[in-house]
């Protein structure tokens, strides 16, 4: 089994900052990319910023120069700076990674932490 467990979440003012946290735990043969991905009430699950393996990243336009994604050894960061009402959303992590014994990649999540930014 796979768990993907985030921390780092919570309530903070606009223009504060926030780490969030993700460990990939489980029988893992190899991690491709990990990344975040964030949901706002009402709207769809959004990709926010992504990593792989090869340290090649992707930070949406709407984070672009106030989040940092980095990766360490099956943990992923994301350095959120700057931050805004609009980023108030659930946060989940994302990893494309191949079980132990599976022969391929498969899509990975987490159960999400909450990011709340007030005005």
């Known amino acids: 089994q796979v768990q993907l467990v985030e921390s780092g979440g919570g309530l903070v003012q606009s223009g504060g900052s926030l780490r969030l946290s993700c460990a990939a735990s489980g029988s893992i043969l190899s991690i491709k990319a990990m990344g975040w991905y964030r949901q706002a009430p009402g709207k769809q699950r959004e990709l926010v910023a992504r990593i792989t393996s090869g340290a090649s990243t992707y930070i949406a336009d709407a984070v672009k120069g106030r989040f940092t994604i980095s990766y360490d050894n099956g943990m992923v960061y994301l350095q959120m700076d700057s931050l805004k009402p609009e980023d108030t959303a659930v946060y989940y992590c994302?990893?494309?990674?191949?079980?132990?014994?599976?022969?391929?990649?498969?899509?990975?999540w987490g159960r999400g932490t909450q990011v709340t930014v007030s005005s």
């Open positions: 994302n990893a494309d990674l191949m079980v132990s014994g599976s022969g391929y990649y498969d899509d990975y």
